[in-house]
């Protein structure tokens, strides 16, 4: 059974391949479907988008990054080894937001994976937690704690022009806090948009 390509799409799949490999003649449609059907390689990184709602609205957090320019993302890194992908984003989300969550809180809470490259990300609802509880120093058990900040709740309805936006992607000053840059960092916008588009944030 075809998957959910026709042989229509995927002969303009195969023309696509054609021009953008600037072959001269056109891969079939038989190698374009096989090509699309191999597994991607495991991720390496994975991450959290962690929202609330607030007065009937959804609000993302997300943080600055301290010790370069990268701007405000939401929360992931690279896996540890023996690392489920899962395991890699609640331990990456713990401690980028100064382990204010409870991690097994996250995993029940946790919305489908969303994919970019070698990152996976979960979408998760959590509790209202004011931004400046994450500005205060975390417990001595909390482990790599100071890779993020500052915090803000940012509106998605602020957040989603964005998405679709050229850079460099601007918060808005009113939800960042003073003196501090406001661009998005682009490489965390991917999975930002997958979300929306898939409508997980709501």
């Not at 990268?70 to 896996?79: D, H, I, L, Q, S």
């Not at 490489?187 to 929306?196: D, F, I, K, Y």
């Amino acid at each position: 059974m075809r998957s959910r390509f026709t042989q229509a799409a995927l002969a303009t799949v195969a023309l696509a391949m054609m021009i953008a490999l600037g072959s001269g003649s056109p891969c079939d449609a038989a190698e374009a479907e096989a090509a699309l059907a191999r597994p991607l390689p495991p991720p390496v990184a994975a991450g959290m988008i962690p929202f609330t709602r607030i007065g009937g609205d959804v609000y993302l957090l997300l943080a600055g990054h301290l010790h370069d320019d990268r701007g405000w993302a939401t929360f992931g890194g690279e896996m540890q080894t023996g690392e489920t992908p899962l395991e890699g984003a609640l331990r990456e989300m713990n401690e980028e937001t100064a382990c204010r969550f409870k991690r097994e809180e996250l995993a029940a809470k946790s919305g489908p994976a969303l994919r970019d490259g070698g990152y996976v990300a979960w979408v998760v609802e959590v509790p209202y937690r004011p931004a400046q509880v994450f500005n205060r120093p975390p417990s001595a058990q909390c482990v790599d704690a100071d890779e993020r900040g500052p915090w803000a709740w940012v509106p998605l309805s602020a957040v989603r022009p964005l998405l679709s936006a050229s850079s460099p992607r601007l918060l808005p000053e009113e939800y960042v806090p003073h003196g501090e840059r406001r661009d998005l960092w682009d490489e965390g916008v991917a999975t930002l948009r997958q979300a929306v588009e898939r409508g997980l944030l709501r």
